[in-house]
């Protein structure tokens, strides 16, 4: 029996989950359900890493992974920004701050936790599309845990995916042809089945919530939650479980009494969330999008999604209006100069979309958005890699197929079984 309950965003209909991966309002709204659990106050646990925060996880046990980011007050950047609280969350690897996220990056959170949630529902394997850092994630756990997976990706990102474990007979990547968007859409189409699953993408409760040990664990150091949170987005979700986790802890009443404004970032040209929110308006058009082809131009190429999570009730719209906050574009050239001064300042390399959020930032103090004494925190989504290069090694990520981004579900579900 699950330890949570779901409720309908739009209609506020509360129910039981009757199939794993089906986050589906019965009442057949077009809304997020979220997660409703019986502890109203979060209980720092004493497990390792992620499991700390299991009162609001869906999962009922724990498992043996041991990652952890890492949250700490910034000095150096800080000085650069004249900020004087602003926190830093490390998700990436970095031992000499305790930081342990083997692939670099936040969404390891969303792998373990949905992948145990499949196993503990019954489910025998996922198939997940991904623009890089989920597919790693995913690959990763999956090899961990001995858990079957489907991955696909853009052809284009192939070279880029590697990881510092990865066994073959759990983890089948497949090349798809075309962009982020491209393998999305096929698998989106890929309907429940008996022994391959969707994973549900940003409905998914499992990995919103998640991407909402972020707040969890920087609440814990801080000891209240921030008036401000800078993250780069693609699809959103994580901006969503930030916000869906900030709406439980308002609840818990011991670490204020606001929201954080959410400072949410894109790289400019693609930034189809920044425009859509400078109108104020739920839709994102085609003419968002700003580029046709997002890999080609992007130094942040993961923030790619022409299909985020935002105008859904619950989505990054209503956390936005709800919470208050900004978005930014940003370009090349600002994000990779972001990027090359916080390794000088904070002594760690860190992801490209991690420098679209340091980017924002710095954008923020410019435009006086944000105040000297604010509590801020700064996500790193994603950094370390070539720390993990020299002290672990990598392995790199080889399809075992290629698939055209007209192919049927049918087709596709018949090449999944021969794998």
Known sequence: MARY?????????????????????????????????????????????????????????????????????????????????????FNGFWPEMSASVMTCTFKEFEAVVTIQYAKENGVKSLIVASAGSVAKAFAYIASIEGFKVFLAVPEKILQDLMVPNLDEEYVKTISVEGEYSDAKSLVNRFYLSKDITFDGGGKSIARRDALGIVLLESVEKIGKIPKHYFQAVSSGNGAVGFFEMATRLLGDGRFGNTFSQLHLSQNEPFVPIVNAWKERRREVREKDFGVENAFDTLFANVLSSKDPLFGIRGGVFDALQNAGGETYGITNEEAIEASKLFETLESIDIHPAAAVAVASLIKAVEWRKVNRWDCILLNISGGGINRVKDDVGLQKMKPIAKVKKETSTEELRGLLHEL
């Open 5 to 89: 309950t779901l409720e309908c965003v739009n209609c506020g209909h509360q129910f039981k989950e009757t199939k794993a991966f089906s986050f589906t309002c019965p009442e057949k709204c077009i809304s997020l359900v979220r997660s409703l659990y019986p502890s109203k106050r979060i209980e720092f646990r004493d497990f390792p890493g992620i499991w700390r925060y299991y009162d609001w996880l869906p999962i009922e046990k724990i498992t043996e992974y041991r990652g952890k980011s890492v949250t700490y007050k910034s000095s150096e950047l800080a000085r650069e920004l004249g900020l004087k609280n602003l926190y830093i969350s």
